[in-house]
């Protein structure tokens, strides 16, 4: 049977819209993350999943350990949720800075979860938050400090996101220094994101001279930054024990692996293979996350309307974010509609043949953002579905 076929049978029970995984594709993603990580554990990226029976799963896989959450309230979450299971005690990285008062006091509560759960500050504004909410006697507060792996070729030229400002190896050894010095707080970790290379693909279709240069730009890039963290982990060293150095993401796994200043890695996005890592290179996940839209028009001959199906992807606002169809082959967005709230219309040959009812698999940009539109996920192997479970969104929960 054909892929379409298989899962058309897996799913002929149920009433679109709604989205299934492929357990052979997630699977076959997360062995070939974990073979391209080159030995180094990955710590999983929860918001490129954001289905905590996912994460269950492939933590249960080799070459997996910790989560690199992306709330604090979700790593509390997660915590307690898996209090008394096999995945009790889980370090969990919140690699974003956290305002919450409310969260970082549940967190100065929590024993279990203080030790287990930190927190990233990339200045000592993030400490003195901290204080703010706890005040100046709380328990210590495991901190990561976040150091910046953007590109900075020319004066004035930033290439990659706008992260921490700690960019140099002394600005990372002081802002250590003063983690230390505070009572309250502990210095476990470092993190840096590459995401110029581990966001960004360097086979954008139809434009080769754009892939050529994203691609000497990557190299430069990181050439740079391993000289440059390497650096920095040195100077942080010299005054400090760290647990864990983390580095990377789902398309920067190589490089990132050949820097002996990293201990760990991380990746979320290649476990579901969205289509915008359709883009790189080096390595090509298999799409995992799918999700189904009825015809409910037909408004020309070849023209197939589906219904609802607009699920935007974050960033630039670009046409890339849009969601594309997958199945049947052969169907593409109309430039002037795209993908609509309620509506969604499709063109190509293959739209000649769909009728009202059929059903097209669609692929969303990005990876843990269709958790947000959907409350379950159906697991489907070959021609069944093997069972259903929440996303984040299902177990009533929502972390921004």
């Not at 990233?120 to 993030?126: L, V």
Request: glycine share 12%; aromatic share 6%.
């Amino acid at each position: 049977m054909t892929q379409q076929a298989d899962l058309d049978t897996a799913t002929k029970g149920l009433d679109p819209p709604f989205a299934v995984v492929d357990l052979d594709a997630f699977e076959a993603n997360a062995q070939t993350l974990a073979r391209r990580a080159g030995g180094r554990p990955i710590r999983v990226a929860s918001k490129s999943v954001r289905c905590a029976h996912l994460l269950e799963r492939v933590l249960e896989m080799p070459g997996f350990r910790g989560v690199m959450a992306y709330s604090l309230r979700e790593a509390l979450w997660l915590t307690r949720k898996w209090r008394g299971t096999p995945l009790a005690g889980t370090d969990i990285l919140v690699a974003y800075p956290t305002t919450d008062h409310g969260a970082l006091r549940d967190l100065a509560a929590d024993p279990d979860a203080a030790r287990v759960i930190s927190v990233i500050a990339d200045s000592t504004a993030h400490l003195d938050l901290i204080d703010a909410a706890l005040g100046t006697d709380h328990p210590p507060i495991r901190i990561c400090l976040e150091f910046d792996a953007a590109w900075r070729p020319l004066p004035g030229v930033h290439v990659g996101t706008r992260r921490s400002p700690v960019r140099t190896p002394h600005q990372a050894a002081r802002l250590a220094t003063e983690i230390n010095r505070r009572q309250g707080f502990a210095l476990v970790g470092v993190m840096s994101y590459e995401g110029q290379i581990a966001g960004l693909g360097d086979a954008p279709p139809g434009n080769p001279v754009k892939g050529a240069v994203i691609g000497w730009m990557q190299r430069h890039s990181g050439s740079e930054l391993v000289d440059r963290r390497s650096a920095a982990i040195a100077a942080i060293r010299a005054s400090t024990d760290l647990e864990f150095v983390n580095g990377g993401g789902t398309g920067s796994l190589e490089l990132t692996s050949g820097d002996p200043s990293v201990t760990e890695l991380a990746a979320g996005s290649g476990l579901i293979g969205p289509w915008l890592f359709d883009s790189y290179r080096g390595f090509k996940p298999r799409p995992a996350a799918l999700y189904a839209l009825p015809v409910v028009r037909r408004p020309a001959p070849r023209i197939a309307t589906l219904f609802a199906g607009g699920y935007v992807a974050s960033g630039t606002g670009t046409p890339d974010r849009l969601p594309q169809p997958f199945l049947p082959e052969g169907l593409k967005l109309l430039g002037l509609e795209g993908a609509g709230e309620v509506q969604t219309p499709v063109t190509g040959a293959a739209a000649e043949h769909l009728k009202v009812g059929d059903r097209v698999w669609m692929r969303h940009s990005k990876a843990g953002e269709l958790a947000e539109r959907f409350q379950e996920y159906h697991l489907v192997r070959g021609d069944r579905v093997e069972r259903t479970v929440p996303t984040y969104r299902g177990e009533g929960v929502n972390f921004g």
